[in-house]
């Protein structure tokens, strides 16, 4: 009896001949047309670009072909490797700080105020800290220029309105902390984000948990460190990840607050190649840049979702 019922549940998962090939096959219908705009936004443009970072060219008449040449100049290029240095302070405030403080604030809307005053208020924090995710970071960044203006912005008049008028700056302005103004803007506009993310990883964890730990005695932070890292590491991955690649990449938030300067401060590689496109006229060197970019930001995905698929298998493989 037993062995007639799982030969028919065998066949039932199994079905007729060549039906798992006529699902396969419809699945690859659904499939084509995000391949089919996959290739055509994003694969050919990439294409035509690495091939235009191989010439020298101005943007008008026929490309001359000049092999590496953009490539070795990039080598030598200060202001090339000054705009990457810049992008290493923005995946500090774009991806390392932004995943730090969301952490610590999810577990704590998580496990302490929706606890104490309801799941409601920690909604509506939530969306608190969400909100500039959703604003248009053109509208963002206007917003800021005139909080951080030098004469009659909002955080100078503020500093000089409680005794601190020492402490007021060109913020913007100063090539010596306009660096460090747009990182702040940065870091308010991406906390939402992993705040977000590791809120709807905690629903996850098991109560019971939390619900131990605490009759054992132990603090928030003992279960933040002890329950809430382990449980919700494959979120951290993909956040750090995600946050980073938008991090190499930024660009609006430093056109509209600084246009890369004063001299360079700010200057980064994505606003670095649009310039040296549309300003300088130099189409092939800033192609160069580009493709350069792209490459980067390539292998620091490949390698977060290594880091994300292992942490998702050594999480499998406790529960197992």
Known sequence: MTVTVERARVAKDTGPPGSSRRRKDSYTLFLLPGALAFLAVIVVPFLMNTGVSFTDWRGVGSPEWSGLANYRA??????????????LFMVVAMAAVPTAVGLVLAAALFDYVGKHFGSRWAAVLRACFYLPQVLPIAVAGIVWSWILAPDNGSLNELLSAVGLGSWQQDWLGDPDIALYSVMGVMVWVQLGFPLVVFMAGLQRVDPQLYEAAELDGAGWWRRFRHITLPQIRPEIYVVLTWCTIAALKVFGA???????????????????????????????????????????????????????????????????
């Open 74 to 87: 990039l080598m030598d290029d200060s202001e090339f490797w000054a705009s990457f240095r810049h992008s």
């Open 254 to 320: 430093v056109y509209v607050l600084t246009k890369g300067g004063p001299g360079g401060a700010t200057n980064v590689p994505s606003y670095f190649s649009f310039t040296t496109f549309f300003e300088k006229t130099q189409v092939g060197y800033g192609a160069a840049v580009s493709t350069v970019l792209t490459v980067i930001i390539l292998a620091v995905s490949l390698v977060g979702l290594k880091l994300q698929t292992r942490a998702e298998d050594a999480e499998e493989g406790v529960r197992a």
